[in-house]
């Protein structure tokens, strides 16, 4: 408990010296999930993962951020969510019902609780609360960079055929091993983790400026993925890059130059062996199909006795597991379904997907939108949300880009038709 307190003491620092920089600290929670996988997080909180408080460090930086922010400045977080009532409520009765369902049953999901669930909300509640243009590009890059230092790693690892870091504490995991493991995630918590970051992330490139930069990200986006074998990540890669070659806003001559060296890079993709991997799981997926099709079948069976209340968080896979399941239920609206109850689920779920169509459409920033589909999608295609990784932190973090880039169209466009501007991000920081 002594590596606890120090930490939250530096937690705490940090939040007050940066505390009219919030934003700020929301990039530093981003960074530190990229860099530091939950396995490992026992190397700043001391505790280990089975831990009642062995949140992830980031958890413990998102929740002393917003503690000082509610005894500093309270009122531009107060209006956010008086802004969205209805989201709001619906979190509200989610965290609620997950806390008291998984408390009851004994599971152990409070980590689960907090690292994929509480912090990420509080995450996008400070967007919401703070994020003007300027900021919204601030988060937008710094998913960016993020995104291309886990590829840059992840390009090394295969080079050198080696996880290099925190290779002891991914041992812990059942599926890794040191000799034989071929799919690479640089210091994410797997490779499907990796390929959800970049995906959307090359999502986000749509918003750039520099053709060049975007075209550079892209490529570098798509050699990881190839990595990290994620056939569902491939798919939504190729998708990605269609997009940047035949959106509307892009020149002639850009889409050409942009198509032509998407070929060439294909090219030497493939020559190169990176996607060796990738192909090879596309001809034999090594019976995954199979095993999703049978966690279906499982959950139509017993999606009755989970209607109103679930077993608690994580409960999923000891139950997939007392089911003769060889692996997960592999889709976390299905997990946490059984979890904390089918009606829960459907809420929290429904209103991410509520903010994307709603939020994300009518939005300021290119790119928000069909990264916000994206991660919702993806986080939904496997059990990312039912351990401790960067999803969480990832998915809220868009779906507060989303929200805030929905005010501040609304305000633009208020200020362009000469009305009063409406309650706008910008106008709560001032306040």
């Not at 005894?71 to 107060?78: I, M």
């Not at 970049?198 to 053709?211: D, E, I, K, Q, Y």
């Not at 089911?323 to 239920?329: D, H, K, M, P, V």
């Not at 200020?415 to 709560?428: C, H, I, L």
């Amino acid at each position: 408990m002594g590596t606890l307190a120090v930490w939250l003491v530096v937690c705490l620092l940090l939040a007050w010296v940066l505390r009219r920089k919030p934003l700020w600290l929301v990039s530093l929670v981003f960074v530190l999930w990229t860099a530091l996988p939950a396995v490992a997080g026992y190397r700043l909180n001391g505790l280990g993962v089975r831990s009642p408080l062995g949140f992830h460090p980031a958890t413990w930086l998102a929740l002393a951020t917003v503690l000082v922010q509610l005894l500093w400045n309270p009122r531009p977080l107060l209006r956010s969510v008086s802004r969205h009532p209805y989201i709001g409520l619906v979190a509200a009765v989610f965290v609620f019902g997950a806390a008291i369902t998984s408390v009851f049953s004994d599971t152990g999901g409070t980590r689960l609780l907090a690292d994929q669930i509480v912090a990420p909300l509080l995450l996008a509640l400070l967007i919401v609360a703070h994020a003007d243009r300027a900021g919204q590009l601030l988060l937008r890059n710094v998913v960016l960079a993020g995104a291309a230092a886990q590829a840059l790693l992840s390009l090394v690892q295969t080079a050198l055929g080696s996880v290099i870091f925190f290779a002891d504490d991914y041992a812990t995991n059942s599926w890794f091993n040191t000799v034989w493991f071929d799919r690479w995630m640089g210091t994410t918590d797997s490779p499907l983790i990796l390929s959800l970051l970049l995906c959307t992330a090359a999502a986000l490139t749509l918003g750039l400026r520099s053709n060049l930069l975007r075209f550079s990200l892209l490529v570098l986006f798509s050699a990881s993925t190839l990595v990290t074998q994620s056939r569902l990540g491939g798919i939504v890669m190729l998708a990605v890059l269609l997009l940047a070659i035949f959106r509307t806003r892009t020149s002639v001559w850009a889409r050409l130059l942009t198509a032509g060296g998407l070929v060439m890079a294909a090219i030497w993709l493939e020559s190169s062996g990176l996607a060796g991997g990738l192909l090879s799981r596309l001809q034999n997926d090594t019976g995954s199909s199979q095993a999703r099709e049978l966690a279906a079948r499982f959950f139509l069976g017993e999606w009755v006795d989970v209607f109103l209340s679930g077993h608690g968080l994580t409960a999923s896979y000891q139950i997939a597991r007392d089911a003769g399941l060889q692996t997960s239920i592999e889709s976390s609206v299905l997990m946490y379904s059984i979890d904390v109850g089918l009606i829960l689920a459907l809420l929290y779920f429904g209103a991410q997907a509520l903010i994307v169509l709603n939020y994300g459409l009518r939005g300021w920033l290119p790119g928000v939108f069909i990264a916000g589909v994206i991660v919702f999608t993806l986080q939904n295609g496997s059990s990312a949300l039912a351990f401790a990784n960067l999803t969480g932190t990832l998915t809220w973090l868009v779906l507060g880009l989303a929200m805030a880039g929905h005010a501040t169209r609304n305000q633009t466009d208020a200020q362009r038709a000469g009305a009063p501007a409406a309650v706008s991000v910008a106008a709560s920081v001032s306040s």
